[in-house]
């Protein structure tokens, strides 16, 4: 039962860094998001997927990657980490009439 | 595009009170959902309540319903017999049917229950 789940939960990255932030459902879900929330804010869409091997670009895309290689995964990358990209970044699937979320991934770019 | 507008960014109640969380949206669709989220300290996204665009009636989870005013664009929430453990970010969101089912959040609203 386990949902949605991302890997890792906690990381600190340096400046021009890289990394990838793993997304898994076992829902068999169609619809995947990588969304940010910043201090005092919502939640801001990255990148989504409406279905393996398919993505599109969301409200704050800049400085992400992302790829949907199995319907289940849904990896957002960093390719050169920047500070304000210091964030909680959370994995999200759908069936279409309702949004379930990951426990969040915190991230610290120093 | 669709936005979500919560307009009380900070609210407090006594325990066991009843306290009522606003919402408005703009939106052209005439099909979607509605939800209310929760946050809290865990930062975990809990959902509350949702509701279809297309029904009427209001939805009601336990001590928690929804106030839907379709045509007036708004969704507010009402927490009944408030518990410390209700303590949290409220985030109301918006999602169209069809189409890449974004779902858009208002900026939250800080419940505290009171002792």
């Known amino acids: 039962n386990a949902g949605v789940t991302q890997t890792p939960k906690f990381r600190v990255l340096k400046t021009g860094q890289s990394m990838t932030l793993l997304c898994a459902q076992d829902?068999?879900?169609?619809?995947m998001y990588w969304y940010r929330q910043d201090p005092g804010m919502g939640l801001r869409l990255i990148h989504y997927?409406?279905?393996?091997?398919?993505?599109a670009k969301g409200e704050v895309p800049d400085g992400y990657n992302v790829s949907r290689l199995k319907k289940q995964n849904f990896l957002l990358g960093l390719e050169s980490a920047a500070p304000s990209q210091t964030s909680v970044y959370f994995c999200?699937?759908?069936?279409?009439?309702?949004?379930?979320f990951g426990e969040g991934s915190w991230l610290t770019v120093v | 595009a669709q936005t979500v507008t919560q307009s009380q960014p900070e609210m407090s109640v006594q325990e066991a009170e009843t306290v009522t969380l606003s919402c408005t949206y703009d939106?052209?669709?005439?099909?979607?959902?509605l939800f209310w989220y929760k946050q809290p300290p865990s930062r975990q996204m809990i959902l509350v309540i949702r509701?279809?665009?297309?029904?009427?009636q209001n939805a009601t989870e336990n001590r928690f319903s929804v106030n839907f005013q379709k045509a007036a664009k708004s969704f507010s929430l009402k927490i009944s017999d408030s518990q410390l453990g209700d303590t949290a970010m409220y985030f109301c969101?918006?999602?169209?049917?069809?189409?890449?089912?974004?779902?858009?959040f208002g900026k939250g609203t800080k419940l505290t229950v009171n002792p």
């Open positions: 509701q279809e665009a297309y029904k009427q």
């Open positions: 997927s409406v279905g393996e091997g398919t993505t």
């Open positions: 829902m068999n879900h169609e619809y």
């Open positions: 999200a699937s759908s069936p279409r009439n309702t949004i379930y």
């Open positions: 969101a918006f999602l169209r049917f069809g189409g890449s089912e974004k779902l858009v």
């Open positions: 939106t052209s669709e005439n099909n979607y959902y």
